[in-house]
């Protein structure tokens, strides 16, 4: 499939519906042409049976989404229900990242009601996270960590009665007692489309196609689509890093947002600050090539990129006010961002954390001039990191 397209030039209104904590400038999606690319995209069915044992061997893996599995077992149930008894289900959608390894864009949950039926085991409320993280890892979940008891339940069918009134011939059933039905429901299958970029090399039109997936009548955010197709060390790291209390005070808001937008900042800021030089073109293909080389960190590399935020963040926490990046009301991750660009492009100084200089960068004519007319303009970009680094020289001297 050969597409040449052009990414939208605004945030949609939907997405900024719960979103009351950045500002304008830090969500700007600049207009940019996408090169003609080639995608293969092969349909297949696989029954329940292989789905089940590909999620368990870490074939089929589940993305560090910012979003745990979040089905309760109602719901799971009814999707058990609609397999047995030959109803459709939606397809799922897999990036093939590697042989025998595909990353789920989109179905994690229906796949993951399956392998837990199948397992018998059902996720407690309170264990979602670190069921995530359990499978973040790659391997599946253990025969330990199903047993369980903190983790999961036993997984029996709830169904609600018939239209008559009468019991759900499924109601409480577990896998292993369905009878006749299991061999059914062994067999039944599911379309999933598996989806691989042939050229050019990298990622970046599997980007773009997943950016415009719609998954429940949501667009899948930009971070959120980064976080399935650029699994790393560092993307793995980022969940951590996003929950940090002092991370939060700064940001000024206390959950993190479910469409990634706080872990965007952090990503964007880790970028800037390596790679300022190289900046051309859209931020979003800055930030997507930052990612396809963070798939090569070690764990080592990965850790010390995440150190020096982490010590930024813990500086800036301790030495001055939390809302000292906030700008007109509301967080400002362009501020933020030319902040810790500049701080290590300086070599980390010590010296400097001082609310008043970066008050007075935010409250310049300077700084407001490089939000106007596209404020990821690379010209605009490195004139903020200027702003940045010039007032933490003068802090520095005048200390």
């Known amino acids: 499939m050969t597409n040449p397209g052009a990414s939208q030039g605004a945030v949609d209104g939907d997405a900024l519906d719960d979103l009351t904590w950045l500002d304008e400038a830090s969500q700007e999606l600049e207009e940019f042409e996408v090169e003609e690319f080639d995608i293969v995209s092969a349909p297949n069915d696989w029954n329940v049976t292989t789905i089940v044992n590909f999620i368990q061997s870490g074939a089929v893996k589940i993305p560090p989404y910012q979003r745990n599995y979040v089905w309760d077992i109602r719901r799971a149930s009814k999707l058990i229900e609609s397999l047995l008894l030959g109803l459709p289900v939606p397809q799922v959608f897999l990036y093939e990242e590697a042989r025998n390894s595909f990353l789920v864009i989109d179905g994690q949950q229906r796949l993951l009601s399956l392998f837990f039926f199948c397992r018998e085991r059902f996720p407690r409320p309170d264990s979602r996270g670190a069921i995530r993280a359990l499978l973040n890892e790659g391997n599946g979940l253990s025969e330990e960590a199903l047993l369980d008891d903190t983790l999961f339940e036993d997984f029996r069918l709830r169904l609600p009665k018939t239209p008559m009134g009468s019991i759900n011939k499924f109601q409480g059933l577990s896998y292993r007692r369905l009878g006749d039905w299991k061999t059914t429901l062994d067999l039944r299958t599911i379309r999933n489309v598996v989806v691989k970029q042939t050229r050019p090399s990298g990622h970046d039109a599997i980007f773009e196609i997943f950016s415009r997936l719609n998954t ?164 605009n970009v490195r004139k903020r990191v200027e702003l940045a680094r010039g007032s933490m020289l003068t802090g520095v001297q005048a200390q």
């Open 216 to 379: 429940g009548g949501v667009n899948l955010a930009q971070q959120e689509v980064r976080a399935s197709l650029y699994h790393s060390h560092l993307m793995a790291a980022l969940i951590d890093v996003n929950r940090m209390h002092e991370w939060r005070q700064i940001l000024g808001v206390e959950q993190p947002d479910i469409h990634m937008r706080d872990s965007e900042v952090v990503l964007r800021s880790m970028a800037l600050a390596r790679n300022l030089d190289s900046y051309a073109g859209s931020m979003t293909g800055f930030v997507n090539r930052f990612c396809l080389e963070a798939q090569k960190f070690s764990r080592e590399q990965a850790e010390g990129a995440v150190t020096d935020f982490m010590q930024f963040i813990k500086a800036i926490h301790s030495a001055m006010p939390p809302l000292v990046f906030h700008r007109q009301g509301k967080f400002s991750g362009v501020l933020f961002e030319s902040f810790f660009a500049a701080w290590i492009a300086d070599g980390k100084p010590s010296m400097f954390f001082d609310a008043e200089r970066v008050a007075e960068v935010k409250n310049s004519p300077a700084f407001a001039e490089t939000l106007q007319e596209g404020s990821t303009k690379s010209v």
